[in-house]
T-cell receptor, first 117, second 116 residues
């Protein structure tokens, strides 16, 4: 079936502008994660959505970052007043968590490469 | 919170040799340990994972070992091939037995180069 998709694949913006990044998880996956990967670095957790529960926002680096998940499916990550240090690849992942952790494998999208000039 | 250390940061091996990448974690509550392979410009792809109720898992040329007492786990690739060249990331999470969410904490990656 279709995997996780993200759009746009690349985004170039000017410092101070707002950007929106979109993630379409695998159909039926109830959990959705956003990560950030800076050049040559590992992946840094940003935010987690699970069903109708309140999201875990503990990884968001500042209040300029926010995310929504509408209808338990598509998610949008918004960065306001972008800064040059926001330049990175933003990756989305989804999974189908079940009790016992049997199906908690996270599947990643291709990412959005954000460049802030 | 969880902290994952990964070594080495770069690794070069001759084709056909074995490669070993090691990771340590800090939170004893972690119980799920996946390994991802990321080729240049591509998304991370899961290659193998292990849960805390087993000490070793194999899948063809790839194996992962876990030592919960020492809080470390390792990736072993045997009979390496040029197509194994990529960046490999280890990660840890509390799966679904821990409190809160289940995000992965990643190591910083190992760039593996397999020399033909």
């Amino acid at each position: 079936g279709a995997g996780v998709s993200q759009s746009p694949s690349n985004k170039v913006t000017e410092k101070g502008k707002d950007v929106e990044l979109r993630c379409d998880p695998i159909s039926g996956h109830t959990a959705l994660y956003w990560y950030r990967q800076s050049l040559g670095q590992g992946l840094e957790f940003l935010i987690y959505f699970q069903g109708n529960s309140a999201p875990d926002k503990s990884g968001l680096p500042s209040d300029r970052f926010s995310a929504e998940r509408t209808g338990g499916s598509v998610s949008t990550l918004t960065i306001q007043r972008t800064q040059q240090e926001d330049s990175a690849v933003y990756l989305c992942a989804s999974s189908t968590p079940e009790a016992g952790g049997i199906e908690d494998t996270q599947y990643f999208g291709p990412g959005t490469r954000l460049t802030v000039l | 919170g969880e902290n994952v250390e990964q070594h080495p940061s770069t690794l070069s091996v001759q084709e056909g040799d074995s490669a070993v990448i090691k990771c340590t974690y800090s939170d004893s509550a972690s119980n799920y340990f996946p390994w991802y392979k990321q080729e240049l410009g591509k998304r991370p792809q899961l290659i193998i994972d292990i849960r805390s109720n087993v000490g070793e898992k194999k899948d063809q040329r790839i194996a992962v070992t876990l030592n919960k007492t020492a809080k470390h786990f390792s990736l072993h690739i045997t009979e390496t091939q040029p197509e194994d060249s990529a960046v490999y990331f280890c990660a840890a999470s509390m799966g679904y037995s821990g409190a809160g969410s289940y995000q992965l904490t990643f190591g910083k990656g190992t760039k593996l180069s397999v020399i033909p």
